[in-house]
């Protein structure tokens, strides 16, 4: 049974910067390809980020495009999530995910086989 365990949310000022991480427990990041969902009070799951299992493709929702980058430490079997610029708008909880895709290029924002527990993130002057 995978397990995700995300860790760096918090409280921030708008335009500042968070760095959240996604730990994995016993998988090998050309297994799965891992996805940073976010959900906001009153609001609906939407994906937000997500690296494909092989190659580091990566794939952004257009409300985050430019401010956030996804990254990997294959060694740390951790994802990242750097947040850059952030927004009123980006507070919400953010859950990491793992979709079983060996050996693919490309990754989805759907398909999810496990899912983290979620990290808040608030941002607010």
Do not use: H
Not at 60 to 89: C, H, W
């Amino acid at each position: 049974q995978l397990q995700l365990v995300e860790s760096g949310g918090g409280l921030v000022q708008p335009g500042g910067s968070l760095r959240l991480s996604c730990a994995a427990s016993e998988f090998t990041l050309d297994t799965y390809a891992i996805i940073w969902f976010r959900q906001a009070p009153g609001k609906e799951r939407e994906g937000v980020s997500c690296i494909s299992s092989r190659g580091g493709n990566t794939k952004y929702a257009e409300s985050v495009k430019g401010r956030f980058t996804i990254s990997r430490d294959d060694a740390k079997k951790t994802v990242f999530l750097q947040m850059n610029s952030l927004k009123p708008e980006d507070t919400a909880v953010y859950y990491c995910a793992a979709d079983r895709r060996p050996y693919s290029n490309y990754c989805f924002f759907d398909g999810v086989d496990y899912w983290g527990k979620g990290t808040l993130v608030t941002v607010s002057s």
